[in-house]
């Protein structure tokens, strides 16, 4: 399951974006935010968006190990 390891690393501090920003989690109710997963053509469960001053930026589907989603945190 990919949601602990999301929530590993979005709460450590030492983890940031290429950026050097922080990171914050929300996770979404694909069941009940219908309309939301939608509107960003969620198809497959898990599904990770990375947003950027509130536009979307960068997104992978999909159960990754903790290499590739550092790999894609830094890309941000």
């Known amino acids: 399951m ?3 390891l999301l929530e590993k690393l979005t709460s450590d501090e030492t983890v940031k974006t290429g950026s050097g920003r922080s990171l ?18 969620v198809r497959a469960l898990p599904t990770v ?3 950027k001053d509130g536009q979307k930026v960068d997104q992978f589907v999909g159960a990754l190990n903790e290499s590739d989603i550092r790999q894609f945190i830094a890309k941000l």
């Open 2 to 4: 990919i949601s602990p």
């Open 24 to 41: 914050d989690l929300v996770t979404v109710d694909t069941d009940s935010e219908f309309d939301l997963a939608v509107k960003y053509q």
């Open 49 to 51: 968006i990375a947003f």
